[in-house]
């Protein structure tokens, strides 16, 4: 069982809350969001399947978990950019792109998709709105606004939402290894 994925099912399984403001930090709980208004963080690959149906492409490629190379693998489900990680029957959301407008991402309150701004954003979660900083991606050259947000209270897993031009393109899900 892959690092992302043991993190992922732990994190779930304890989630209890929707998104917010807490006394330590603003979150995004991966327990009370749903892809396209059906399908959770975490499910099935039945679940999946049935609501976005056949993956664009499906690949299996050794993981890199800083000094070693992990040998078995799980394939991860692409529908265009949108990428889930599977491990048996079980299908774990990596990363959310709006690019296409397929997908939207919705938690108690609030949707996330490609016409949300920097400054919709910033309404629910004015802390970690402050803390964005640019990143410029050394192959397209182009400059964006990250924006961190743990996905619950004192863990270290947290959402990157990736900005441009002031419009949400993306969300990954990262954890560390």
């Given at each position: 069982?892959?690092?992302?994925?043991?993190?992922?099912v732990a994190?779930?399984?304890?989630?209890?809350?929707?998104f917010?403001?807490?006394?330590k930090e603003?979150?995004?709980n991966?327990?009370s969001?749903?892809i396209?208004?059906?399908v959770?963080?975490?499910?099935?690959?039945k679940?999946?399947?049935?609501?976005?149906?056949?993956?664009?492409?499906?690949?299996?490629?050794p993981?890199?978990?800083?000094?070693?190379v992990?040998?078995a693998?799980?394939?991860i489900?692409?529908?265009?950019?949108?990428?889930?990680e599977?491990h048996?029957?079980?299908?774990?959301?990596?990363?959310?792109?709006f690019?296409n407008e397929?997908?939207?991402l919705?938690?108690?309150?609030l949707?996330l998709?490609s016409h949300?701004?920097?400054n919709?954003f910033?309404?629910f979660?004015?802390?970690?709105?402050?803390?964005?900083y640019?990143?410029?991606?050394?192959i397209?050259k182009?400059?964006?606004?990250l924006?961190?947000?743990?996905?619950k209270?004192n863990?270290i897993?947290?959402?990157v939402?990736?900005?441009?031009?002031?419009?949400l393109?993306?969300?990954e899900?990262r954890?560390a290894?």
């Amino acid at each position: 069982m892959t690092a992302f994925f043991t993190l992922a099912v732990a994190f779930a399984l304890t989630a209890v809350s929707g998104f917010g403001q807490t006394n330590k930090e603003e979150t995004i709980n991966i327990d009370s969001m749903l892809i396209s208004n059906n399908v959770p963080f975490l499910t099935t690959v039945k679940v999946l399947k049935d609501n976005l149906g056949k993956p664009d492409s499906i690949l299996s490629k050794p993981k890199n978990f800083g000094n070693y190379v992990e040998v078995a693998t799980d394939p991860i489900y692409f529908y265009g950019q949108t990428s889930f990680e599977i491990h048996n029957e079980t299908a774990v959301l990596q990363k959310i792109d709006f690019r296409n407008e397929q997908f939207k991402l919705n938690t108690t309150g609030l949707t996330l998709d490609s016409h949300t701004t920097l400054n919709d954003f910033r309404q629910f979660f004015p802390s970690s709105s402050d803390k964005s900083y640019d990143w410029t991606n050394p192959i397209d050259k182009k400059t964006y606004k990250l924006v961190r947000v743990q996905s619950k209270e004192n863990h270290i897993d947290q959402w990157v939402l990736k900005f441009y031009n002031d419009k949400l393109i993306e969300i990954e899900y990262r954890t560390a290894c």
